[in-house]
């Protein structure tokens, strides 16, 4: 689900710049007051004309480069991109935005953003995963730099959800290993899941395709260390009662 931003900065102050833009006698050298061009920029944005109200953002830091608006309309062109799906362009915008004002007071926001350009473009399992990645490194380095502020929560969900999806992508690769036979290669996409995302919903199924592939391979301790393992975690699941079947089946004879 695609995510709507509400920018409360945005609005703050609009009044007061459009009454103060005619009386700036600096402004008379540029080819508009800075007031109007914020403001216009604002109600392209408002009628969800995205390139229109980026440009106008941009134009307000380029002809106002000192103006106390113009650090703030580097954000609201970058949140303009965005809002436009213009993932690529609204990235570029933000690592400038953070690169030339670390100590920014929206600072946090703009490293949400950012990870939230990447989080909107993650696609299905069975393809590439680079945004899935992007996307929680960046949520991570909000967490860790910014843990106290309201973007943090949302962040550490997304988080979540992105570790689940990486986990589900080597699920698809294990489970195509271990129909081929490749019982290998299927233990350690397996064990990725275990031990690099074992908060996931995906750990469960990955613990009986473990104790499946060291089964195939005539491992029966691995098979019931790991059936062990996904019993004392995970009693109730139906993954358990597969994995617990396995390692108790009778040999057969001759075997």
Known sequence: MRIR?????AFSGLLALAACADSDTSLKQVDQPVGNLYNDAFDQLHGENYKKAADLFDEVERQHPYSQWATQAELMAAYSQYSGLHYDD????????IQLHPGNKDIAYAYYLKALCYF???TDVRRDQTNTLSALSTFQDLVRRFPDTAYAKDAQNKINLAKDRLAAKDMV?????EDHF??????NRFRD???QYQTT???PEALLRLVECYKALGLDGEAKRNAAVLGY????????????ALVTEPKNKGT
Not at 182 to 187: K, L, Q, T
């Open 90 to 97: 609204a990235i570029g915008d933000l690592d400038r935005f």
């Open 173 to 177: 690769v294990g489970r195509f290993y």
């Open 5 to 9: 931003l509400f920018l409360p900065f």
């Open 201 to 203: 919903t995906q750990t």
């Open 182 to 187: 490749m019982y290998i290669a299927a233990i």
């Open 120 to 122: 909107e473009q993650i």
């Open 193 to 195: 899941v275990v031990e």
């Open 233 to 244: 975690n995970y009693p109730d699941s139906q993954w358990y009662s597969q994995a617990y």
